[in-house]
């Protein structure tokens, strides 16, 4: 049971527009900032969005993140077949002193 | 450019301690922000280990607390992981990764490519 919440699965259609919810509490996503990481295949994890809303040099702007009170969300435009992957939303929690994940969403590119 | 590279034992018996090193090339290791390790069991999600901070600070996975040790040596510009009395629970590819630049509170900007580790007698 992750402490972030995730749905486990998400689609959408090339060109689509499709988000990602992340559901957390006040120790964590409502007193910190919220980071995502895309999983492509049997690759290691890579960060895609930082601060809630921010991207790494690189990332495409068709992903943008947002986050309202203990929710954050992952939003991509324009969707690719590349962007078929697992996404985890992130969060430090100040109860556990600890980085906590979610459980994880399989975008799935129909 | 930065690069990190996992290294270790892909086997451990049950009972014993898992030992992984990460190799940290393009970067000194006595800067950054922290260096951590994450774990991901076949087929399942993402888990924070630990992290040790540019201080020396260590912060662990409360659920793990009492088996992890994260260390660093700057003369080989390397951290490592040590996890006690492994079970099969703990079979996971394990990831090293570390905040270099900007990733907000506890992320991680630079990973890995990780290693399966196996516990099995």
């Known amino acids: 049971q992750s402490v972030l919440t995730q749905p486990p699965s998400a689609s959408g259609t090339p060109g689509q527009r499709v988000t990602i919810s992340c559901s957390g509490s006040s120790s964590n996503i409502g007193s910190n900032t919220v980071n995502w990481y895309q999983q492509l295949p049997g690759t290691a994890p890579k960060l895609l969005i930082y601060s809630n809303n921010q991207r790494p040099s690189g990332v495409p702007d068709r992903f943008s993140g947002s986050k309202s009170g203990t929710s954050a969300s992952l939003a991509i435009s324009g969707l690719q077949s590349e962007d078929e992957a697992d996404y985890y939303c992130?969060?430090?929690?100040?109860?556990?002193?600890?980085?906590?994940f979610g459980g994880g969403t399989k975008l799935t590119v129909l | 450019q930065v690069q990190l590279q996992e290294s270790g034992p892909g086997l451990v018996k049950p009972s014993e301690t898992l030992s992984l090193t990460c190799a940290v090339s393009?970067?000194?290791?006595?800067?950054?922000?922290?260096w951590g390790w994450i774990r991901q069991p076949p087929g399942k999600g993402l888990e924070w280990i630990g992290s040790i901070y540019h201080s020396g600070s260590t912060y662990y996975n409360p659920s793990l607390k009492s088996r992890v040790t994260i260390s660093v040596d700057t003369s080989k510009n390397q951290f490592s992981l040590k996890l006690s009395s492994v079970t099969a629970a703990d079979t996971a590819v394990y990831y090293c990764?570390?905040?270099?630049?900007?990733?907000?509170?506890?992320?991680?900007?630079?990973w890995g490519q990780g290693t399966l580790v196996t516990v099995s007698s």
């Open positions: 992130a969060a430090w929690d100040d109860s556990l002193n600890a980085v906590v």
């Open positions: 393009g970067y000194s290791i006595s800067s950054g922000y922290y």
């Open positions: 990764a570390s905040r270099i630049a900007a990733a907000g509170r506890g992320g991680f900007d630079y």
